[in-house]
């Protein structure tokens, strides 16, 4: 997962380990986000931020992202990342294949980060990329997972995919 967030027309990157879809209705997307980083600072002041979803084709711009600050290099230049920003000043990644706009709903403290919950007032993505039913399409797609230290493994076409109608099926004796 990668999130990439705006202050106006100012943008700044930040791969995040911990996040979550939360809500359905309304729609809620919900990351954790330390209180050090400058992303922090950024999402505070704009309210906005954008939820980016790369393949594992960019995990080396994932992890670059993570080992930097933004207060200290600009990672639009340092790792040519194509991006456009949207009309409504929302910016994404070209490479994404999905993307959700959010405005900040609540910051909520937890530990060492707080938790931004936004209210997703967009989505985009990329057709090819999912089935009709609206799960990812293996075939044309190689999902990230980050393992930890500096570690990712990539959810391709050999993952096992179960429907579970009937769960109690699955019960051991």
């Given at each position: 997962?990668?999130?990439?967030?705006?202050?106006?027309?100012?943008?700044?990157?930040?791969?995040?380990?911990?996040?979550?879809?939360?809500?359905?209705?309304?729609?809620?997307?919900g990351?954790?986000?330390?209180?050090?980083?400058?992303?922090?600072?950024?999402?505070?002041?704009?309210?906005?931020?954008?939820?980016?979803?790369?393949?594992?084709?960019?995990?080396?711009?994932?992890?670059?992202?993570?080992?930097?600050?933004?207060?200290?290099?600009?990672?639009?230049q340092?790792?040519?990342?194509?991006?456009?920003?949207?009309?409504?000043?929302?910016?994404?990644?070209?490479?994404?294949?999905?993307?959700?706009?959010?405005?900040?709903?609540?910051?909520?403290?937890?530990?060492?980060?707080?938790?931004?919950?936004?209210?997703?007032?967009?989505?985009h993505?990329?057709?090819?990329?999912?089935?009709?039913?609206?799960?990812?399409?293996f075939?044309?797609?190689?999902?990230?997972?980050?393992?930890?230290?500096?570690?990712?493994?990539?959810?391709?076409?050999?993952?096992e995919?179960?429907?579970?109608n009937?769960?109690?099926?699955?019960?051991?004796?």
């Amino acid at each position: 997962m990668w999130g990439f967030f705006t202050k106006g027309r100012s943008t700044l990157w930040l791969p995040a380990g911990t996040h979550a879809y939360l809500s359905m209705s309304p729609p809620m997307y919900g990351v954790a986000i330390g209180r050090e980083r400058r992303t922090y600072e950024m999402v505070k002041q704009s309210t906005q931020f954008t939820i980016n979803f790369l393949p594992f084709e960019e995990v080396g711009f994932i992890q670059y992202s993570g080992t930097v600050s933004g207060r200290d290099v600009d990672k639009n230049q340092m790792y040519a990342q194509p991006w456009r920003m949207e009309r409504n000043g929302f910016p994404l990644l070209e490479r994404a294949y999905l993307a959700y706009e959010c405005q900040v709903h609540q910051i909520v403290p937890t530990g060492d980060h707080d938790w931004v919950i936004g209210d997703i007032e967009g989505c985009h993505y990329k057709e090819e990329k999912f089935l009709e039913n609206g799960l990812p399409n293996f075939e044309n797609l190689n999902i990230p997972l980050y393992l930890g230290r500096s570690s990712y493994t990539g959810l391709d076409k050999e993952v096992e995919i179960r429907e579970v109608n009937a769960p109690l099926s699955f019960k051991k004796s």
